[in-house]
């Protein structure tokens, strides 16, 4: 095992252990917890399987988290996969088999299920069966096979990836918006109160100001702050020992990092501002289309620096006058 591969093991560890035991222990999406108690609630009276769950929004922001928390507080086993696992119907026709009446099914990346997958899902969520081909050709048979009611959890961060039918398919849809600033520190105190970290008041607003308003980047960033205030000072993070992180990662006050700010200056430096189509920005950044329409664009349009337009993408004067200030055009 690498030294990267032990770090990674440990930061996910860590990760596992920060998730929310319960609704009341999540910070944010306040709107989606109230209507997600009530929806379980209900399907608990009724005791029914919950409906079908779709959650939707950018990388880090909780969706996984909530798939456990629909668990934990309907008492469901909760079994997990991801989109690019199931490649053909046998993979989803096993996975469907070994469930039991109010199980939840949790896939990650829901998005990138082939096409044969989401069909063949169809009549498992609406009619809780599933066709099973055997054999080819002329001698081929169907085998349909019958599963106890289950409920779909899908995450993804491609909501127009999935087909129109597919998506009528869940009974709930839920947008997760990005957290406010207060919520970032919320989390980074509860966060540095299950690890143990001495963390300051000014620390804790650097942290949260840089963290991209994502709970996934401001765990991080406290832990790579902890480290870091192991190494060079006493385990105390103060403001000097932030600081010193998000310069060490090459990272701002606002969390933009090089790509951000790549992105930001060749569109003002090499096409006057935009529009830019998405091809011509990964060709500049070397970095791929998914990548920048996922993870880079969406806080760039969140903090307007970046404004999306049918003709391509656009700098704002908002992202001038913070380059300019910078010096860095």
Excluded at 9 to 29: H, K, W
């Amino acid at each position: 095992m690498t030294i990267f591969q032990k770090i990674n093991e440990e930061d996910a560890i860590l990760d596992t252990s920060l998730r929310p035991m319960s609704f009341s222990e999540f910070v944010g999406q306040n709107n989606i917890k109230k209507n997600l108690q009530i929806l379980l609630e209900a399907a608990n009276k009724r005791k029914e399987a919950v409906e079908h769950i779709l959650f939707h929004g950018s990388a880090g922001l909780g969706k996984t988290t909530l798939a456990y928390l629909v668990a934990r507080e309907t008492n469901r086993n909760l079994k997990i996969t991801s989109g690019p696992a199931l490649k053909k119907i046998g993979d989803l026709a096993a996975i469907l088999s070994n469930l039991t009446e109010g199980d939840i099914l949790f896939i990650d990346e829901i998005h990138r299920l082939n096409t044969s997958i989401e069909e063949a899902l169809y009549p498992a969520m609406e009619d809780f069966y599933i066709d099973i081909i055997l054999g080819k050709g002329p001698s081929a048979k169907t085998l349909q096979l019958s599963l106890p009611p289950f409920t779909l959890i899908g995450a993804t961060t491609r909501l127009s990836l999935l087909s129109s039918p597919f998506r009528s398919r869940f009974g709930v849809l839920y947008r997760l918006d990005f957290y406010s600033q207060d919520d970032i520190k919320q989390i980074i105190e509860r966060s540095a109160k299950i690890l143990n970290i001495q963390i300051d008041k000014k620390a804790v607003e650097i942290l949260s100001k840089a963290s991209r308003q994502t709970p996934r980047i401001a765990n991080r960033l406290l832990k790579r702050a902890r480290d870091y205030a192991e190494v060079k000072g006493d385990g105390l993070i103060n403001e000097e020992i932030a600081c010193n992180t998000l310069k060490m990662l090459e990272i701002d006050e606002l969390g933009l990092e090089k790509t951000d700010i790549l992105i930001l200056q060749s569109l003002i430096e090499k096409f006057k501002g935009g529009p830019v189509g998405i091809k011509t920005l990964s060709a500049i950044s070397n970095e791929e289309e998914e990548t920048i329409s996922t993870i880079y664009e969406p806080y760039l349009m969140q903090i307007g620096f970046l404004n999306r337009t049918p003709k391509g993408r656009i700098v704002t004067e908002a992202a001038y006058n913070y380059l300019k200030q910078k010096n860095l055009i």
